[in-house]
């Protein structure tokens, strides 16, 4: 029963360098989503996908890429990493306009 | 575009007593959706409650209910009987269904802190 599981947890990266955080979930959603939250805010949408193929941008896109080649998987590239990168990241998914459940966050640091 | 707003930085509420977390929220859009999702020290958002927009009662789940005013656009979530565990953040988020994506706006949340 995993539900959505994200990969890693913790994660230093130094400016300019590049990472994939991984999502997957295994209740068969169509929707999954990839939030940011910086400390003390509430969470905001880089990307978000409404099935295999089809990704589209959210409020916050800027610096990050996304690919959606299977139902489960959703992973999130960051390029060239910026200290403003640093943030904890969210992966949630959905059945349809339904509710969405979160994994248990990434949290990164750009020094 | 789409705003949430929560008033109440944080707030203490004595232990078994209940507590009421403010949510008001902005759209033009008839059809929505209202959510609270709870952040403990742990960090990860764990789902409290639904409401859509045109759900004629309020909803309730457990010791969660939702007060819905749609006149107001507001969006109260009330815990009865507080416990020490109901420490948190706590987010109210608002999703569109007029789009693909049902993409959430979230509030910028509210600490709580029961007090034995």
């Known amino acids: 029963n995993a539900g959505v599981t994200q990969t890693p947890k913790f994660r230093i990266l130094k400016i300019g360098q590049s990472m994939t955080l991984q999502c997957a979930q295994d209740?068969?959603?169509?929707?999954m989503y990839w939030y940011r939250q910086d400390p003390g805010m509430g969470l905001k949408l880089i990307y978000y996908?409404?099935?295999?193929?089809?990704?589209d941008k959210g409020e916050v896109p800027n610096g990050y890429n996304v690919s959606r080649s299977t139902t489960e998987d959703f992973p999130l590239r960051l390029e060239l990493a910026a200290p403003s990168q640093t943030s904890v990241y969210f992966c949630?998914?959905?059945?349809?306009?339904?509710?969405?459940?979160f994994g248990a966050g990434t949290r990164l640091s750009v020094l | 575009a789409q705003k949430i707003t929560q008033t109440q930085p944080g707030m203490f509420v004595q232990e078994k007593e209940a507590v009421t977390l403010d949510c008001t929220y902005d759209?033009?859009?008839?059809?929505?959706?209202l959510f609270w999702y709870k952040q403990p020290s742990s960090g990860e958002m764990i789902f409290l409650i639904y409401q859509g927009s045109y759900d004629q009662q309020n909803a309730t789940e457990g010791r969660y209910s939702l007060n819905f005013q749609k006149a107001r656009k507001s969006a109260n979530l009330v815990i009865s009987a507080s416990q020490l565990g109901d420490s948190a953040m706590y987010f109210c988020a608002m999703g569109l269904f007029n789009n693909a994506g049902n993409m959430l706006t979230f509030g910028g949340g509210t600490r709580l802190m029961v007090k034995p």
């Open positions: 949630a998914s959905s059945l349809g306009s339904n509710i969405q459940y």
């Open positions: 759209t033009s859009d008839p059809s929505y959706g």
């Open positions: 209740m068969n959603h169509n929707y």
């Open positions: 996908s409404v099935g295999a193929g089809i990704t």
